[in-house]
């Protein structure tokens, strides 16, 4: 299986609620990001998290990192209907470890 | 901003074709990586290049070469399409100066389907 994955794969939320969105890993990692994807097009960086950083912050994102769990979580707050889009977690493994990993992704949907 | 410019948006090859897939970046990165991505699958890294000249295989890079002889410059070759290279083709670069250490910014995709 991937080094990330993402839970769950689709979410479907109303315009204005949050939307929580979890990657797990296996193996220790030396960061982990957040990428966005809207449909058909390149991906854009959201925010990086350090191992050693434990939440992070981003306008209308928060994003968690449990080391010990190897988890790691994306919220964002008060969501719009722009926000509809796919988000992928991408880790970078310690041990010098050079290539970024990403995961499968969840699929966004807001409704208006 | 940097730019990441992909040679094609949609392209449609036959088999046993050979086909270049160009990519352009416009910040001075040193590194540059060729994804491709299917349905289920996620993100799978098929070449990535340190280096003007150098290049280092990804996951998947069976019926796939690549070229750097610029260093804006990154070049995805199918030597011989085949229908299982039919997905969506996505080249990136980043640099350790421009931004957080790995950020990757990536250009619009290219659309492969192969007949």
């Known amino acids: 299986s991937q080094q990330g994955e993402e839970d769950p794969q689709a979410l479907s939320i109303q315009e204005g609620e949050n939307a929580t969105m979890n990657c797990s890993y296996k193996t220790s990692i030396n960061n982990l990001q957040w990428y966005r994807q809207n449909s058909g097009r390149g991906l854009v960086h959201l925010i990086l998290?350090?191992?050693?950083?434990r939440e992070k912050h981003s306008g209308r994102l928060r994003v968690t990192l449990d080391t010990s769990k190897k988890s790691s979580s994306l919220l964002i707050t008060a969501s719009r209907a722009a926000d509809t889009a796919s988000y992928f977690c991408?880790?970078?493994?310690?041990?010098?470890?050079?290539?970024?990993?990403f995961g499968i992704g969840t699929k966004l949907q807001v409704i208006p | 901003d940097v730019k990441v410019t992909q040679s094609s948006r949609y392209l449609v090859k036959r088999t046993g074709e050979k086909v270049f897939l160009e990519c352009v970046q416009d910040?001075?990165?040193?590194?540059m990586f060729w994804y491709r991505q299917d349905p289920g699958l996620g993100l799978r890294l098929i070449y990535f290049?340190?280096?003007?000249?150098?290049?280092e295989k990804g996951d998947i890079p069976e019926g796939y070469s690549v070229s750097r002889e610029k260093k804006e410059r990154f070049s995805l070759i199918l030597e011989s399409a085949s229908t299982n290279q039919t997905s969506m083709y996505l080249c990136?670069?980043?640099?350790?100066?421009?931004?957080?250490?790995?950020?990757?910014?990536f250009g619009p995709g290219t659309r492969l389907t192969v007949l």
């Open positions: 991408a880790t970078r493994r310690s041990g010098g470890y050079q290539k970024v990993t």
């Open positions: 910040m001075d990165h040193e590194n």
């Open positions: 990136a670069s980043s640099s350790p100066t421009s931004g957080p250490t790995d950020t990757q910014y």
């Open positions: 290049s340190y280096d003007v000249k150098m290049k």
């Open positions: 998290i350090r191992s050693n950083e």
